[in-house]
């Protein structure tokens, strides 16, 4: 079984999409001025998890989404992954209190890797990393530019620390989610004991066969976002695919 988690990217209250590398978020697109009934939407689809990013909080440490998210947390009995602009154990605890299920540190997997092993110890099952790799190499916050540290070598990093799962996407030289790098993310889940979900670009009911098709290697989700708002993916076919 593949779980998927319909994605909602929330920028000054609404779901917006940021598909360049660009830090400026005047160039986020509006997808959806009503995020709570987005949420309430999905869940009615079936869907059992959400994945919701801060974007606001990413790029600004902006707090402006809090009472947003906070709504959408309570709006839905699913449970929610939460990512964006979380820097610390105060930030963590926060969301945990008002009722976030898993929270996903990016940038602050590489800046402070003491944060993913105190925070997996306090919340165990519940901390999950995001890795976005350029060729190979873990990407800065901003997704441009990649670090010197392999991909991997970040993943068993974490993995050793505690982390419940690894989010992974392979970003292309635009600064942009690739299509889905099926050898990547294989690869990457075959040399961890922790669940992969895939976080690159799916396109199609044919693109989630092949991910899902790999599910026994350890890539246990799919975080979908485009292909669900454009329709070019319908969410009934999608689950009962991933659940076949």
């Known amino acids: 079984m593949l779980t998927l988690y319909p994605s909602l990217h929330i920028k000054e209250g609404t779901i917006s999409h940021l598909t360049s590398s660009s830090s400026d978020l005047r160039q986020a697109v509006l997808v959806d001025p009503h995020p709570t009934e987005r949420a ?18 990413a790029f600004s440490e902006s707090t402006v989404n809090v009472a947003c998210i906070e709504d959408i947390i309570k709006s839905v009995k699913i449970p929610v992954q939460l990512s964006g602009g979380i820097h610390d154990m105060r930030t ?7 009722g976030a299920q898993n929270i996903v540190l990016t940038s602050a997997a590489q800046q402070n890797p003491d944060l993913v092993r105190k925070a997996s110890a306090h919340f165990p099952g519940r901390i999950s990393v995001r890795i976005d790799s350029i060729r190979g190499y873990a990407a800065r916050t901003g997704w441009s530019k990649a670090t010197s540290v392999k991909a991997l070598d970040l993943a068993l990093r974490v993995e050793d620390a505690g982390a419940a799962s690894i989010i992974f996407a392979d970003i292309n030289r635009g600064g942009a989610l690739s299509h889905v790098n099926l050898e990547a993310t294989v690869d990457l889940a075959f040399a961890l004991t922790i669940p992969v979900i895939a976080a690159s670009g ?3 009911l044919q693109d989630l066969a092949k991910l899902k098709a790999h599910c026994k290697a350890g890539i246990s989700g799919l975080i979908m976002g485009h292909a669900l708002y454009s329709g070019a993916i319908d969410a009934k076919e999608a689950l009962k695919l991933a659940r076949g």
């Open 92 to 98: 963590i605890e926060f969301w945990f209190e008002r």
């Open 40 to 57: 309430q939407a999905f869940e009615a689809n079936g869907f059992e998890w959400l994945h919701v990013v801060d974007l606001d909080a």
């Open 202 to 204: 799916v396109d199609s």
